[in-house]
Nanobody
Framework: QLHLRESGGGLVQPGESLNLSCTSSAGLSLESYSLGWFRQAPGKEREGVSC????????NYADSVKGRFIISRDNAENTFYLRMKSLNIEDTAVYYC???????????????WGQGSQVTVSS
């Protein structure tokens, strides 16, 4: 198991930015995986935010975050990231990093999850 772990969550005000990162706490390589991020707000369903495909490098974003969030990976550092800009209150959620076989709109097939990191956007 990869034992994914997120870093960078916290409290920000609307309009501000926040960066999340994810790595394998077990020290296993992420190079062969499609990678992505999900989020879940209280009382709501878990939703895919963004992912990057391991085979072709294509990225996908939920409509709600297009133009504001950017996903990237750094294989040399064995880390991947989610840069979030222009955050609003509706972005408040627990954010989960994930690794799997495919980025088909969201990470799918043999998905492994991080524990989650709270992002709170509040005025």
């Amino acid at each position: 198991q990869l034992h994914l772990r997120e870093s960078g969550g916290g409290l920000v005000q609307p309009g501000e930015s926040l960066n999340l990162s994810c790595t394998s706490s077990a020290g296993l390589s992420l190079e062969s995986y499609s990678l992505g991020w999900f989020r879940q707000a209280p009382g709501k369903e878990r939703e895919g935010v963004s992912c990057i495909d391991v085979e072709n490098g294509r990225t996908n974003y939920a409509d709600s975050v297009k133009g504001r969030f950017i996903i990237s990976r750094d294989n040399a550092e064995n880390t991947f990231y989610l840069r979030m800009k222009s955050l609003n209150i509706e972005d408040t959620a627990v954010y989960y990093c994930a690794a799997g076989t495919y980025c088909a709109g969201e990470i799918t097939v043999s998905v492994q999850w991080g524990q989650g990191s709270q992002v709170t956007v509040s005025s």
